[in-house]
């Protein structure tokens, strides 16, 4: 986790502090995280409103029970840091550790055929007899930043996140443009639930989430100048009060700020990694589904051309509309 504004402020490009905050990634609160690499994997619900994940991973089989919790507190209607983000209750025994009865094994499965919005990196989803849903998603979190391949298990590890709710999920809305006179590409943009902005309240120095209400942003990029297919490009938090973020495709030191690098490396700064799509991934508030945005990128800027100079001029306006009065993201 990490902000580029320090970084920039200690380099050579004084201009460039106004980038976004951006983060390597940190804890996860929202969609509930149940394992890593797991397969075989199936989701049961009863009419008691408790869901049955069951899965092999790591050689075993595993009988998770899960809940308590649905939706999110929204951070505008009166959560607090005081206040916890909703979080569900998780019995990796099948039943014995809370209810001394291995529940698993009788399990009347009441969820019926999922009818829900469409989800990004589905594995299973349905419909509780209250109405509500139950899904499980699987995708990959912790990849390194930077355009860098994963060098380790765990960077290459597909996490398995379980998610209730009822009503609207959360929505990451993106736009992409040129910042500085056009000299770097940009995202921006704001992330919402039920209309209303999604922030947290404190951050480390580099930028990961300190409670559960902030949510780090995944942005991926695809055939950039780190290679063919999709690599990560960063991760970050959306700013407080608004809920919008933006990012700028610089030219980043692995060696700072916060980032991992591969053993060994001595490359220096990275290209920019803008790329011809951009891929985004929020993992949802409170307990909510992960969420996603694919868009394309923008050729280089180029002053001659009236129609990106409409482009960066409209893309302008609706970045200090959604920056409101935060002066980070307020760069053209």
Not at 274 to 284: D, K, L, P
Request: hydrophobic letters at 35%.
């Amino acid at each position: 986790m990490r902000d580029p504004a320090a970084v920039f402020r200690r380099s050579f490009i004084l201009l460039l502090a106004a980038a976004s905050a951006c983060a390597l990634a940190g804890p996860a609160f929202g969609s509930q995280l149940i394992d890593r690499n797991a397969s075989h994997i199936s989701l049961k619900v009863n009419r008691q409103g408790m869901a049955l994940v069951t899965y092999k991973a790591h050689g075993s089989w595993r009988h998770v029970l899960a809940w308590g919790a649905i939706n999110a507190r929204i951070p505008s209607a009166g959560a607090t840091p005081s206040r916890p983000q909703v979080k569900l209750q998780l019995d990796y025994s099948g039943g014995w550790g809370r209810f001394r009865k291995l529940l698993w094994k009788n399990f009347p499965n009441a969820c019926r055929a999922y009818d829900g919005p469409k989800l990004a990196y589905l594995v299973s989803a349905c419909k509780a007899p209250d109405g509500s849903y139950w899904a499980l998603q699987a995708w990959q979190t912790d990849l390194p930043d930077l355009g860098f391949l994963p060098w380790t298990a765990k960077q290459s590890s597909w996490r398995l996140h379980l998610s209730h709710w009822a009503g609207p999920l959360a929505k990451v809305d993106a736009y992409t443009d040129w910042i500085y006179g056009g000299r770097y590409h940009n995202i921006f943009g704001r992330l919402t639930y039920r209309g209303q902005p999604v922030h947290g309240y404190h951050t480390t120095r580099h930028g990961a989430p300190l409670d559960g209400y902030g949510r780090l942003i995944y942005l991926d990029t695809f055939n950039s100048a780190y290679g063919p297919g999709w690599r990560r490009e960063n991760s970050f938090v959306a700013h407080k009060q608004h809920g919008n973020f933006c990012y700028g495709f610089y030219r980043f030191n692995p060696m700072t700020g916060g980032y991992a690098h591969p053993p060994g490396y001595r490359g220096g700064l990275r290209p920019q990694g803008n790329g011809s799509q951009y891929r985004i991934t929020v993992i949802g508030p409170g307990v909510t589904p992960d969420i996603s945005w694919l868009g394309k990128g923008l050729p280089n800027y180029d002053p001659r051309n009236q129609a990106l100079v409409a482009l960066e001029q409209q893309m302008n306006a609706l970045n200090h509309e959604l920056a409101g009065d935060d002066r980070l993201c307020r760069q053209n």
